[in-house]
């Protein structure tokens, strides 16, 4: 509080992302969108999870 009975809230200052957060976002995303890429090609060519995963090697579990 200050002088005259008012709550004062410094703001938050911003941290840095560690760069290995950083090299774990980019891998998550690129693996996301492979994953989301080989569904809905599994979706509209009606493979199913079993073929599109013997195709594309992501297991099947992955795209389950």
Known sequence: MNGVGKLIISP???EDIP???KELHAELARM???N???????L???LGLHGMAASCGIPYDVLA
């Open 12 to 14: 938050l200052t911003a």
């Open 19 to 21: 760069s290995k957060a």
């Open 36 to 42: 989301v890429i080989a569904c809905l090609i599994e």
């Open 44 to 46: 509209y060519t009606n």
């Open 32 to 34: 996301l969108k492979r």
